[in-house]
Every structure is written in structure tokens, then in C-alpha cells.
């Protein structure tokens, strides 16, 4: 392979248009003719001149100051092509103009900056091509007088006096114009052939040192394909002896593979009849996963069916524990009424027979007393119209008359208890109640409608009974306790009554009931207390929260028919499942323990107050 060869700096040629001679030949030219260019220079100027003059006019004409140097700096880098030649030459186009108020101007030279903050040359030369823009458009501006160096008319009449004293005429003035535009235009050559040089060479130094680098490069290539081929030599040799043992070994393997033939041949036919096998204990396993799955329904039915069971057993449990706890209490609650009732009998033993000495006392006088009554009503509705208060009458009747009445009054009221108590011994306790409370009352009724005041406090009331109403108290077997304390305390009351009626006998006193406090009634009984659980309330728990909500439940309640009071819903957000404390009407009770009633995992329990659950749970 050949081999790139190294250049040098000495093997460079320097471009004739940098050598001094050629440029004699326009210093001895005359000061009239212009300066004159070869014709290959003035060609390519030209028409690269012309051509960046006309994109400066058509494109950056346009642009603000600031992108107008911008892009034309950038157009000259690309363009390669020198700014200070691009001045020049706006600078001629200026001075063709007619109107150009510096005749005489020359440009400013622009050099480096002395200091890092100024101005590089590239910048200044581009305010100089705009202002040079502008004044070839016709605005001259304060920015031209900065770009030229203008000669005053002053030092150019001292320059005419001085040489009108020396030579006096005006040709040489002339003449020395010509010859300092020329000499001008020849510095601005140098100045861009110079700046042309010294980018030439830095480019030929880049692209030989570039080539240094290539001809580097290609060397170490080079090397590593010569390396590579010999590799490549070392690898077909030793691919041409695999090859060879590979031959050898495929002979072997031909004859293997005839064996293998007559081998697979009688597998061939042992795999059909495995496979005919494997085809019937695939059915048999078919079948039994059908079964397995029916056994797994059935034991998912079973198993809700043994939850739901569950339950229902749990639920009954505790009802019937329920039930045994409130027997249990229910019959030793009786138990010791029965004790207390009968250790009341033995101590009311005693009182009986004072009962029944005080019988046998009053009957005696129930008809002096019934005389004593028709009397008064007599006096009552006589001829005599003068009126007499209700106690005036009264006073005639004696205490003993109001007493017998009470006693007969009495008697025919245990007659009655008598024939009911005989007739109807398993509601004994009710019945001695109502009794009671209807003879205090008939008692209390006559009292006040007497109203009888008796200044005859020799009341009898020892004197015997009556055969006839002894033969009946003795005859009857059933006699309550509760009768004849109820009799007795009605006697005592009886004479307590009478004695603190004698100090107010003598008084009018007038009661006023309103209507709206009090509407009295005959035959008024009594207020009877209905015992009855109003309110259920219920623990509800297992309550899904990825199904169920607390309107959910609402909804599902309402639904339902369940009578709802209240109800207050628990969500935890660390729990899984919600609850809700639910109070009903005792009505629905039933319901709410059937767990039928309930979603799945839903479960109730009677709702507990925090003292009691805290300590069930103490103790548990």
C-alpha cells in the first residue's frame, strides 16, 4: 500500500500579489490616470462586490442597527470576505452621490481596542458599513461623521494660500488629490490583500496540519488491517481443517442418523399407543374435576348452610338463656313474695279477729242509720222555703247511722269479692286489687257526699253483729288478708274523719273545679300502667364497606319496613368492616333477630351501656 506523504511549511508558495516589485509600477505612474488593475483582480472584485452590495441592499436594507451588523458580520465569515474591503466600497457608492456634503472625507482607520470593555473592529467596522448604508440611501446622519475623517475648509484654504504662494498655480492641487486618492486606494489594497494573506495561510496551516492528522490516522489503519488480514489467513487455515474433521464427522453422522431413523420408526408406533392412553385418562380426569366441582358446590352450600345454622343456633341460645336467666329471676322474685306474704298472714292472724269483732259492732247499726237518712230526706223536701244549709240538715243524723250505712256498705261488698273469688281463683291477686280500690273508693264517695258533721261523739261501734252476718264470715273459706286490713283501716279512717268533721261542721265551703283541671266521673276505676318496651336497640356488626354505606343501609331498612329511631354509623378507616348502633321499634324486635333478615356476615347483639359493657368485659 502507498503511503501518504507529510507536507511541509517550506513546500507552501506565497502568492505573487504579496511581493513589493509588482506594486512599483504604480508608484511612477502620473497623477492624472487612475490606478490601474489587472484583469483578473478587477473581474472577480466585481463581481463579488457587486454581488454582496446587492444582498447588503435587498436583504439587511430592512434590518434594525443591531441585526444589521450582526448578519453582515456573519455574511462575511461565511462569504469570506473582509468587512474593510465591504466599507471601501459602500464608501464609493456614497461619493458618487450628487448631494454628499464631504467631498474631501476620508475613512477612519480602526484598530484593536486598547481595553477589553471596548469595541472589537469587526463591531466598529459594521456601524461604519451602516452609517456608509444609510448615506448611500440619502440620510446622512451625525453616524457618517464618526466613520470619516473630514478635512476642514479652513486648513484646505491655508493648504491653497501656502501653495498658491509657493507655485501659484492651481494644477498641482489638483494633482496631489489625485495622487493621494490613489495612494489611498493602493493602502486599502495592501490592507486587504495583507488580510487575505494572513487567512490564507492560517487556512493552509489548518488543512496541513488536518492532513498531518489523516496521514496519522491512515498509518494506524493501515497497521490494523495488516494485523487483521494476517488473522484473517491464520482463521481460513484453521477453518479448512474443521472443515476437513467436519466431513469425517458427517460420514459418522449419516450412519447415526440411519439407526436413528429405524429408532424413531419403533417409537413412532409406542408413541401412538401412549398417546391413545394419555388420551383416555385425560376424559377420566375430566370427569373427575366435573365431580370435584359438583363436590365443591355442594360443600359451599353446606358450608353456608352450616354458617347460616350457626347463627340461627347462636340466636336461639342466647334467647333461650335469655328466657332461663328471666325465669330464674321470675320464679325467686316469687318465691320471695310467697315468703313475705305468708310471714304477712301470720301477723294479720291477730287483726282478723279485732276485724271481726268491729264487723259484728257496726252491722248493728246500718238500719238506724237508713232511718236516720230518710228522716233527712223528709226535712229536705218539706213545705218550708227557707233554706238551710247542707249542715244544718245534717246535724240531726248521728255518727252511728253514717256508720252502719258504711258497714252495710262494706258488707255487701265482701259478698260480691266472695262470689268472685269463687268463681275465678286463678286471677285471685288482680281481682283482691281491684276490689280494695273500689271500696275505698264507694266509701270515700259517700263521706263526701254526707258530708255529715255530729256533735254525738258516743259512737257505739263494740256492739255485736248480727247472727246472719256471722254465719257468713264464718262460712266462707276464702277470706284475703287484704280485706280485712283494707276493712280495718277504712273503720279507723271512718273515726278520724268524724272527729275532725265536728270542728267544721258549721262552715260553707264552696270548691270550684275547672273544666279544663278536672272532669269528674261515677264509676272512674283508676289509671292502669301499661308495661311495654318501646324502644329495641342493637349492635349491628360485619357490615362491608366495599358494598354497603350508611344510606345503604337506611334504604335497605326502610325497605324492609323496619319502624327506625335512630341509628349511628361507625367507619373506621382501619377496620374493614363498619357497624351502627340501631334503635327500633320493639314491634320490629323479631325481625332484627331472625338472621335470615341480614346480608351475609352481618350479625346483632342487644346493645349495651358503656358501664355495663366495660364490665362484662372486665370480667371476661
Known amino acids: 500500500m502507498s503511503y501518504l506523504t507529510e507536507l511541509q511549511s517550506s513546500d507552501l508558495l506565497i502568492h505573487p500579489s504579496f511581493d513589493g516589485s509588482q506594486h512599483e509600477q504604480y508608484y511612477n505612474l502620473p497623477l492624472s490616470q487612475p490606478c490601474p488593475y489587472t484583469e483578473n483582480d478587477s473581474n472577480t472584485l466585481e463581481n463579488t462586490s457587486n454581488e454582496f452590495i446587492s444582498l447588503i441592499y435587498n436583504e439587511l436594507g430592512s434590518l434594525p442597527r443591531d441585526t444589521f451588523i450582526q448578519e453582515l458580520i456573519q455574511n462575511c465569515k461565511s462569504s469570506n470576505k473582509d468587512i474593510e474591503t465591504v466599507r471601501h466600497e459602500l464608501f464609493d457608492v456614497v461619493k458618487r452621490q450628487q ?48 466613520a470619516l475623517s473630514v478635512k476642514s475648509s479652513s486648513s484646505s484654504n491655508r493648504t491653497l494660500s501656502c501653495t498658491d504662494e509657493i507655485s501659484g498655480s492651481q494644477n498641482d492641487a489638483t494633482v496631489n488629490l489625485a495622487v493621494k486618492d490613489t495612494l489611498v486606494r ?52 484453521v477453518i479448512k481443517t474443521c472443515t476437513e474433521t ?15 431413523c429405524e429408532q424413531n ?44 345454622i350457626d347463627k340461627t343456633v347462636k340466636a336461639e341460645s342466647e334467647r333461650l338463656n335469655r328466657m332461663s336467666d328471666t325465669r330464674a329471676i321470675g320464679v325467686s322474685s316469687l318465691k ?54 247542707y249542715s244544718e240538715i245534717v246535724k240531726k243524723v248521728t255518727p252511728l247511722t253514717l256508720v252502719e250505712n258504711k258497714e252495710a256498705n262494706k258488707v255487701n261488698e265482701i259478698r260480691k269479692i266472695n262470689d268472685v ?70 273503720a279507723e279512717s271512718a273515726k278520724d ?43 349491628v356488626g360485619g357490615i362491608d364497606k366495599t358494598v354497603s354505606s350508611e344510606q345503604g343501609m337506611r334504604y335497605f331498612l326502610q325497605q324492609s319496613g323496619i319502624r327506625v329511631t335512630f341509628l349511628r354509623y361507625f367507619d373506621k378507616q382501619s377496620f374493614k368492616t363498619a357497624s351502627a348502633q340501631l334503635n327500633i321499634d320493639a314491634r320490629d324486635e323479631h325481625i332484627i333477630h331472625d338472621s335470615s333478615f341480614w346480608p351475609k356476615g352481618i350479625f346483632t347483639r342487644d346493645w349495651k351501656p358503656w358501664a355495663s359493657f366495660i364490665h362484662d368485659k372486665g370480667h371476661a
Open 246 to 260: 467436519f466431513q469425517t464427522d458427517m460420514k459418522t453422522i449419516k450412519v447415526q442418523l440411519q439407526q436413528n
Open 421 to 490: 273469688n269463687n268463681g275465678n281463683e286463678v286471677n285471685k291477686d288482680n281481682t283482691e286489687n281491684k276490689v280494695n280500690e273500689h271500696f275505698c273508693k264507694s266509701t270515700a264517695r259517700y263521706v263526701s257526699s254526707q258530708g255529715m258533721n255530729s256533735n254525738d261523739t258516743s259512737c257505739k261501734l263494740n256492739s255485736k253483729p248480727k247472727s246472719t252476718q256471722l254465719d257468713e264470715l264464718s262460712n266462707r273459706d276464702s277470706v284475703t288478708t287484704a280485706e280485712i286490713h283494707n276493712t280495718f283501716h277504712d
Open 497 to 539: 274523719h268524724i272527729k275532725n268533721s265536728e270542728d267544721n261542721g258549721n262552715q260553707n265551703i264552696l270548691v270550684h273545679f275547672p273544666r279544663s283541671v278536672c272532669n269528674p266521673v261515677h264509676n272512674f276505676t283508676g289509671l292502669i300502667h301499661v308495661e311495654r318496651k318501646r324502644v329495641a336497640r342493637f349492635y
Open 265 to 308: 420408526s419403533k417409537t413412532n408406533s409406542d408413541l401412538k399407543s401412549l398417546v391413545s392412553q394419555f388420551l383416555e385418562s385425560v376424559k377420566t380426569v375430566t370427569e373427575m374435576k366435573s365431580d370435584i366441582a359438583k363436590i365443591h358446590e355442594h360443600i359451599t352450600k353446606h358450608t353456608v348452610n352450616m354458617k347460616s
Open 336 to 389: 320471695s313474695k310467697t315468703d313475705l306474704i305468708n310471714s304477712k298472714l301470720k301477723d294479720l292472724d291477730a287483726q282478723v279477729e279485732l276485724a271481726c269483732q268491729t264487723y259484728s259492732s257496726l252491722s248493728v247499726s246500718v238500719s238506724d242509720v237508713r232511718k236516720r237518712l230518710v228522716n233527712a230526706e223528709k226535712e229536705l223536701k218539706t213545705v218550708n222555703k227557707k233554706q238551710k244549709t
Open 186 to 237: 493602493l493602502e486599502n489594497d495592501m490592507i486587504l490583500l495583507k488580510s487575505e494573506y494572513a487567512r490564507d495561510s492560517e487556512m493552509f496551516n489548518r488543512s496541513i496540519e488536518e492532513l498531518k492528522k489523516e496521514n496519522k490516522q491512515l498509518k494506524d489503519r493501515d497497521f490494523k488491517y495488516s494485523d487483521r488480514f494476517k488473522n484473517l489467513q491464520n482463521q481460513i487455515n
Open 99 to 146: 448631494n454628499f456634503p464631504y467631498p474631501n472625507a476620508i475613512l477612519k482607520k480602526r484598530l484593536c481596542p486598547r481595553k477589553l470593555t471596548g469595541d472589537s473592529v469587526e463591531s466598529k467596522l459594521g456601524n461604519d458599513c451602516y452609517a456608509l448604508y444609510l448615506a448611500s440611501v440619502g440620510e446622512f446622519g451625525d453616524d457618517l461623521k464618526n
